[in-house]
């Protein structure tokens, strides 16, 4: 049956040809992928658009290009080959009535919407237990509530992976592993060109007594495992990474990812989750391997489309053998602090942006955690006053 159904192959029904000088370029509009073709693959394209089976196609490379016969075949028979793993080929309907897509069709493909910040995603990821590898990051982001969606497509290339923006752009990676991290990013840096938001803060921010406790801090200041003990602990999880603040009340938009934890946490945090240590390991594009977490059980369920005042600003400084305290901050000092963490949008700061903080913070009781102990900074934490 494998070789009736290549008798006839014929075009995908979302793919046309593009003639450029003397090749051809072929667009999948449903990918909204282009490939180029030498002479020879146009010829064959033309002959498939041109309802011809292979016999034909094969004796016709003969007479145009000068293949020996069995040459010929191998040349045709790769080529179908290779068009039919990207998809571009159509099913074939055979005699008894039977399509045998199979043979020929490109892989399931999964689809789910994402909501972040102001933007609502279709993902659509092919093949589809890709989907499944991706989920542990993305299912806090998942919504039902649909209006426009802005189109994200993820699909396996032979050993490679590619992921389709909005934009036109492309990213790419070898490794299955190496995917949700680039996903994550691409999908942060799509949602803040989109928003017309205030500033974008490196933060983990937590739901406490109906406002927002904000954790800035640098990479490897502690701020995501502080996250994900705060969060088992019973505390709504605004974010992790990344914090928006809205451009006229700066109260704390969510960006929920799951939380990204590196091996320092998973020791820290394993007896508090059990499972963490059976989450897949991912690699991140700094080299960094992490497993993502959402915590369940006790955690606040946190609507990605979220805000809250912020009530409190702490700044996490955990150091081994250190007494747990709070330590109050002038906030000139906080202010001060927080703008290395701050990444303004829609343009940098000016003067008007920079009164619009400081009467902002002013109302806001300002903290250095120290800390060594993870039990004791989280009823630290839970003991601030409303």
């Not at 928006?244 to 820290?268: E, H, N, S, Y």
């Not at 080299?287 to 977490?293: D, F, H, P, S």
């Not at 959402?294 to 250190?322: E, L």
Request: charged share 20%.
């Amino acid at each position: 049956m494998q070789e009736q159904s290549d008798k006839r192959p014929g075009p995908g029904p979302d793919v046309t040809l593009h003639f450029l000088d003397d090749t051809g370029v072929l667009f999948d509009a449903g990918r909204r992928q282009l490939y180029s073709l030498n002479a020879t693959a146009t010829y064959i394209w033309c002959c498939l658009e041109d309802g011809l089976d292979r016999a034909r196609i094969e004796c016709g490379l003969e007479q145009t290009f000068g293949f020996a016969q069995g040459a010929a075949a191998s040349h045709v028979a790769a080529i179908l080959g290779q068009w039919r793993e990207l998809g571009l080929l159509r099913q074939v309907a055979h005699a008894d009535g039977i399509d045998k897509h199979a043979a020929i069709a490109t892989p399931p493909k999964a689809a789910v919407h994402l909501r972040l910040l102001d933007t609502v995603f279709r993902l659509q990821v092919q093949p589809a237990d890709l989907l499944r590898n991706l989920m542990p990051l993305l299912e806090p982001l998942v919504t039902t509530a649909v209006s426009e969606a802005v189109p994200l497509e993820i699909a396996a290339e032979g050993d490679r992976f590619s992921l389709l923006g909005p934009d036109g752009t492309v990213e790419r990676c070898r490794q299955r592993d190496t995917l949700a991290p680039l996903l994550k990013i691409c999908l942060g840096r799509f949602a803040l060109e989109r928003s017309r938001d205030f500033c974008a803060i490196h933060a983990a921010a937590l739901h406490l007594h109906d406002r927002c406790l904000l954790l800035p801090g640098a990479s490897g200041s502690g701020k995501s495992t502080l996250a994900a003990a705060l969060a088992l602990a019973g505390f709504g999880l605004f974010g992790d990474d990344t914090i928006v603040l809205a451009q006229d009340t700066l109260a704390a938009r969510a960006m929920p990812f799951a939380i990204c934890l590196k091996p320092g946490a998973w020791r820290l945090l394993r007896s508090r989750l059990p499972t963490l240590l059976r989450q897949p390991v991912h690699k991140r594009p700094d080299g960094k391997l992490v497993r993502y977490i959402a915590p369940a059980g006790a955690c606040q369920r946190i609507r990605p489309d979220a805000q809250a005042p912020v009530g409190w600003i702490v700044f996490p400084n955990r150091h081994a053998g250190s007494r747990t305290e709070l330590v109050p901050l002038a906030r000139a000092e906080a202010l001060t602090r927080l703008l290395h963490e701050c990444c303004p949008l829609g343009g940098g700061l000016d003067d008007a942006k920079v009164a619009q903080l400081v009467r902002w913070i002013g109302e806001i009781p300002c903290f250095e955690l120290r800390f060594s102990s993870l039990a004791a900074a989280v009823e630290q934490l839970r003991g601030l006053s409303p």
